[in-house]
């Protein structure tokens, strides 16, 4: 395979900095692009994808994610393809495959499979790092109180460590065309298992605080996000409270040939932040 540099698209995101990293661990070069960094890349500013995509075979590919995702991503991936990039690996979502809109939220990853490329698909479940960094929990865990709607919901949460490790092997090594892997972690967890072992990691509880889907909307409301995000989140909590994301896939095992990272693991290895107006 090539060693020409691999171009990672949102470079600075939980999955894309641990691409990033985990490519160079493995002497290859990268270009690691966001809205702000050094290989600056906006999907809604079509003047950063050329330079973007110069010079690179393999592409780390996550969409704008928003209603016109498709049409931007069928855009870039033409000139890319034009460009020279031989090989696309994208960030998809297991999640989506119990929506009743499945033929509308996969149109994206068709873009990739009809590339004309060689193409790799990850659809990898929650994200244990939700608890942590940048998103929906972290701010609430380190505050040491979070909400949500259902507790005893079952997910297989999956470490973003391992989704980095997947990608790295499907861009860099040969038997992953064609290949769509779903990722989960090794067990099925709640979210009150999560909290739990969040609390032993921190060494502090983490309260959990049940709330009705329309509460649950207006706290997210008042944190700054839109409604519509809101209802599309409660939706997607509905899907795992109601058993749809209670199964494990193989997509770690197919990819790496060993067990996903356990959720235990994550935890022990997280530096936690203390509850607000604590201080160590």
């Not at 960094?133 to 079952?154: I, N, Q, S, T």
């Not at 290949?179 to 739990?196: D, H, K, N, Q, V």
């Not at 060993?258 to 022990?268: G, H, L």
Request: one cysteine or more; proline letters at 3%.
């Amino acid at each position: 395979m090539s060693e020409a540099p691999v171009l990672v698209l949102g470079g600075t995101g939980k999955t894309g900095r641990r691409v990033a990293r985990q490519l160079t661990e493995k002497g290859r070069a990268v270009k690691v692009a966001s809205r702000s960094g050094g290989q600056r890349f906006d999907w809604h500013d079509r003047s950063t994808w050329a330079d973007a995509v110069a010079g690179v075979e393999a592409v780390y590919v996550v969409d704008e994610q928003g209603a016109n995702a498709a049409a931007l991503l069928a855009d870039f991936v033409s000139l890319a393809v034009g460009a020279g990039v031989t090989r696309l690996v994208m960030l998809s979502a297991r999640t989506l495959e119990e929506s009743p809109q499945e033929d509308a939220v996969f149109t994206a990853e068709r873009v990739v499979r009809e590339s004309g490329v060689a193409w790799t698909i990850l659809r990898p479940t929650w994200f244990a790092q939700n608890f942590s960094e940048d998103g929906l929990f972290r701010d609430e865990v380190a505050r040491g109180e979070l909400l949500l709607p259902d507790w005893k919901g079952l997910e297989p949460f999956v470490d973003a460590e391992d989704i980095a490790a997947v990608a790295v092997a499907a861009l860099t090594e040969e038997g992953h065309d064609g290949e769509i892997y779903a990722l989960s972690g090794p067990r099925l967890m709640t979210f009150e298992e999560c909290a739990e072992e969040i609390s032993k990691a921190a060494g502090r509880e983490i309260r959990r605080v049940a709330v009705t889907r329309e509460e649950y909307a207006l706290h997210l409301v008042e944190r700054g996000y839109p409604r519509g995000f809101a209802d599309f989140l409660n939706t997607l909590l509905d899907v795992v409270r109601d058993g749809g994301a209670a199964h494990l896939s193989d997509g770690v095992q197919r990819a790496l040939g060993r067990e996903p990272r356990d959720f235990s693991q994550y935890a022990a290895e997280t530096e936690w932040t203390p509850a607000a107006g604590t201080t160590g």
